[in-house]
């Protein structure tokens, strides 16, 4: 299928680290190779783009079976952080500190810097309007990149003939 | 001048296979099949960017490397080359297809 035809449309419904960048990197990616791009920001995806949020994402090794001792460089193989150690306070905060680290270093740009780079690249941003009701988000929260906020109904509209990816 | 892109090598994706062969002649050719004519000092900003890093390190630069390195912010890269610049660009500076995803 020829690019200029070809759309594609992501719903992102995590605010962790890790689930925020994929639709970016995808997103980024779509756009160069100059195919249209939608991002529906949806339940904790909408961390993504809203002010309060979007610089305090964060990794919880917790329950994260993914996430080994050896990608902090030491030659620990398989070595998880044991669930016992998630649980002590600052954490969290250690394991996010770590991955934003290692995302800085291959030249990957911040989630605040990636959604501004979609914007202008012409790919359209949508809130998920049940999840700002029931969060009671204004629009003002948002970072100002966002176009608008939409139900599902107008989603499905917009998607026609697209392809959607679930994040 | 008029160029032959027949006489050019390209690669089944459309991207120029050596880029030593690559003349501003030819470049002018490329953009034009892309659908941008004329080029402009900017779009000439941003071409022979990617020459100097392209031949330098043998890639062409993502999109990321571009804006960075040009000043050329991201709203205008998309405007000088709509639809799909990293590719466009690489196209038109005779580099392959832009490594790296960012």
Known sequence: ?167 | MLVDLTKVSFNEEGFMTNPNEWTKEIAVEIAKQEGIDPLTDDHWKIIDFCRQTGLASGKAPTMRQITTGTGISTKDLFALFPKGPAKKVAKISGLGKPEGCV
């Open chain 1, 1 to 167: 299928m020829a690019a200029e035809n070809r759309k594609i449309a992501f719903i992102c419904s995590k605010g962790d680290i890790d689930m925020a960048y994929p639709a970016l990197i995808m997103g980024w990616a779509a756009l160069g190779n100059g195919i249209e791009v939608i991002i529906f920001f949806t339940f904790w995806g909408l961390d993504l783009v809203t002010k309060k949020r979007v610089d305090h994402l964060e990794i919880a090794p917790i329950a994260n079976t993914s996430f080994k001792i050896s990608m902090m460089g030491l030659p620990t193989g398989n070595l998880g952080i044991p669930s016992i150690l998630g649980i002590i306070p600052g954490m969290t905060a250690f394991a996010s500190w770590f991955l934003k680290k290692e995302i800085k270093k291959q030249g990957v740009p911040t989630v605040r810097e990636y959604i501004e780079m979609l914007h202008d690249g012409g790919a359209k941003l949508y809130g998920c309007k049940m999840t700002v009701d029931m969060f009671g988000i204004k629009k003002d929260d948002f970072l100002p990149q966002v176009d608008a906020v939409v139900t599902a109904s107008d989603f499905m509209d917009m998607t026609e003939g697209a392809e959607i990816i679930f994040i």
